[in-house]
């Protein structure tokens, strides 16, 4: 019954109206699952997970995670009115040497590896392997100890997704003296395991689900608030609280940059226009549409660049209101569109699947996954490193233009 219910999963969860996949994507689906049910025909290069692409920085790579309470902001989820917001964030950081550790891995728990079969709808025969893929960074890793040099940069993830998402670039920043912290944002988040076991389940925001536009325009903005209020409390949390932790130490907190996916765009654009500790910010096919009139009239007063498709074919709007932005702000807004591109591939997962697996995932291109992480890990290393560290020997248009895939 168990190897049964993949099937079903997708047939269940398929609706044309939605326009999330089309007819072909659909019965690819329904095909790949059925043939996961045949012993003996899945061969290993067919359904490979690999391990993530080693960064091209100097500095070795330590993680840490923490379990955090902001007692200023209440849980805006739960019916009690006393509980606080509570999140989980990942650091990753430059580390020194210990040939003793095992690389961390990039999914050890089994609860997170279900919860992303079941947001993403993927069968969850091809995230079997998911426990075994390895990163290129360190639990237990001690972090250098040269005080206050290395600028921060903060992730958002998007709807649905997680802290981990985009941990390709996050090492590959860490790994050339970067420290990157990113947050589970509570409810938003896929899933989120708090240090205990105890969970955040995911809240959906989807009108079909909780019975109209008007209450899912609401839960998104609950959802927008905390996020916000997420990221002013990491900053809080390191500004204020220096020696809670080594690492703390190491921040240039002069030099903050923020970057997010998708509705963490959103959340990285709400950010920096109410906390001026935050000097740059970037954005990964960033959804605008739940930013109000009001701010994107207020526009930013500092860099942002935004790599993204070069439509949003089901969200027309969605360009309409970062030109907005752009137009609104006195410095100008650097996008640079992306063809063949789909909006996962803006995440880790066209690094970590094979050809076959990523035909069979909705919003997720079978582009070649080398370009796409050099052409993200570049520009994203080239932005940071011109605004925050000054190094002007190369700019994103010198970048840009080795890629054929950003168009003009």
Request: aromatic share 12%; with cysteine; proline share 5%.
């Amino acid at each position: 019954m168990k190897r049964q219910k993949s099937i079903f999963y997708v047939i269940n969860n398929y609706n044309l109206s939605s326009k999330l996949i089309s007819k072909p994507q659909f019965y690819f689906i329904l095909l790949f699952s059925i043939f996961l049910l045949i012993p003996g025909c899945v061969t290993k290069t067919l359904f490979n997970l690999y391990d993530l692409p080693k960064p091209n920085g100097t500095y070795n790579i330590g993680t840490i995670q923490f379990d955090w309470i902001n007692p200023n902001y209440q849980n805006l989820f739960s019916e009690n009115i006393y509980d606080k917001r509570r999140i989980m964030v990942q650091f990753w950081f430059p580390g020194t040497s210990d040939e003793s550790l095992e690389p961390s891995l990039y999914a050890d728990n089994s609860i997170v590896i279900e919860a992303l079969s079941n947001e993403y709808k993927i069968p969850p025969n091809l995230l079997k392997k998911a426990k075994n893929i390895k990163t290129n960074s360190y639990h237990n890793l001690k972090p250098i100890m040269l005080e206050g040099i290395f600028p921060l940069i903060i992730f958002s993830h998007g709807k649905g997704g997680y802290k981990s998402q985009n941990t390709v670039q996050f090492e590959e920043l860490a790994s050339n003296g970067y420290i990157v912290v990113s947050v589970d944002h509570s409810y938003d988040a896929m899933i989120t395991v708090f240090s205990d076991g105890s969970i955040a389940p995911y809240v959906s925001d989807n009108p079909k689900k909780v019975g109209s536009q008007i209450e899912a325009d609401k839960i998104t903005n609950k959802k927008l608030l905390s996020r916000v209020s997420d990221i002013r409390y990491v900053l809080d949390k390191i500004c204020n609280e220096p020696n809670y932790h080594p690492l703390f130490n190491l921040i240039d907190t002069s030099k903050v940059g923020m970057f997010g996916h998708s509705f963490g765009v959103t959340t990285t654009v709400l950010s920096a226009q109410t906390d001026n500790r935050i000097k740059v910010i970037a954005g990964l096919d960033g959804w605008f549409e739940p930013l109000s009139i009001e701010q994107l009239n207020r526009g930013l007063k500092i860099p942002f660049m935004h790599l993204g498709r070069e439509k949003w074919r089901f969200n027309p709007t969605n360009y309409e209101n970062m030109e907005q932005l752009s137009s609104s702000s006195p410095t100008s807004i650097i996008h640079y569109p992306i063809k063949r591109l789909q909006h996962f591939d803006f995440m880790d997962g066209t690094q970590l699947a094979s050809t076959s697996i990523k035909i069979a995932i909705p919003h997720l291109s079978s582009y070649n996954k080398y370009k796409v992480k050099n052409l993200l890990n570049e520009m994203l290393l080239t932005y940071f490193n011109y605004e925050l560290k000054s190094k002007f020997s190369d700019t994103t248009d010198k970048i840009a233009k080795r890629f054929k895939l950003i168009t003009d």
